[in-house]
């Protein structure tokens, strides 16, 4: 009897069919995400009963979702971030869990890169100027010479580095357990959050979310900003206080955003009516590389799994 294969991505397999092939050529038999969405949990609860495995997208699976499915006992979380699984939850149910951690890197790195160059030059409220017939030049600024603050400086935060290097920027770096070779190889300052909130024209996030992370970048931490500092989240959500940050853009309109990742998601809160906030709705794996690259990652974890 062949194994069955829920996978919960929205787009499992639309950019190259390689990784729904490969397993099914391994003998699984393979269900698609039927809603093309991100899964509620009920909608979890509904659809996993009955699988022995999954490729997970970022719906939640908690104890609630996983206990309803106790067939279920492999799931890969397609992409690096896992906040959305409970591992206490997975432990006890004896589900091992996996994910792809290194496809995504260039993905988000080189969003994070686009998302800085577009907001500041205002790109994209140049763009929808003219789409309303409303022909007027945003004055901007030039990313040579900047200082960038990266909190994270693990695959992600090592790759913008490197593609930010012909910026000549002064790149600032605060980690939990940083590389410290690295850093110095790179001249990078290694530095507090707090000296990071006072030095830096852009900070940019590239942490995992979890309890200790959640709420970072704060009112106080704001408080201590430039008041033009550019703010960067193509990580995940939740690390940013959003109320904060609406609050410190409101105040500071020389002051910038560009985030990918939000809290709830889809997002459509206030942060939307701000001239000086560009937004993107977590896109940073969505380019067909990436994703062909992730899924081929994830298929071949699901393979491995159940040959042992």
Sequence with gaps: ??????????????????????????????????????????????????????????????????????????????????????????????????NTPSAHIDGVAEL????????????????????????????????????????????????????????KVKVLAYDLSPDKAFAEANNIDLVSLDDMAAQADIITLHVPFMKESKGLIN????????PNLMMVNASRGGLIDEEALFSFLNENQKASAYLDTFESEPYNGPLCSLDNCTLTPHIGSYASEVRVNMETEAAQNVINHFSK
């Design 112 to 167: 994070t890169l686009g998302g800085i160059l577009s907001s500041l030059r205002s790109i994209a409220t140049a763009h929808a100027n003219m789409t309303t017939g409303l022909w007027k030049k945003p004055m901007g600024s030039l990313l040579a010479r900047k200082i960038i603050g990266i909190i994270g400086l693990g695959q992600v935060g090592k790759r913008l580095v490197e593609l930010t290097a012909p910026f």
């Design 219 to 226: 009112a106080d931490f704001l408080s201590k900003a430039k």
């Design 1 to 98: 009897m062949a194994y069955r294969i829920l996978t919960t991505s929205s787009s499992f397999g639309k950019v190259d069919p390689k990784p729904l092939e490969m397993l099914k050529e391994a003998g699984f038999e393979v269900v698609l995400n039927p809603h093309g969405r991100k899964l509620t949990i009920e909608e979890s609860k509904e659809l996993m009963p009955g699988f022995d495995g999954m490729i997970a997208g970022t719906e939640k699976l908690n104890h609630e979702v996983l206990s309803a499915a106790p067939s279920v006992k492999y799931l890969c979380r397609l992409g690096a971030g896992m906040d959305s699984v409970d591992f206490d939850a997975a432990d006890a149910l004896q589900v091992k869990v996996e």
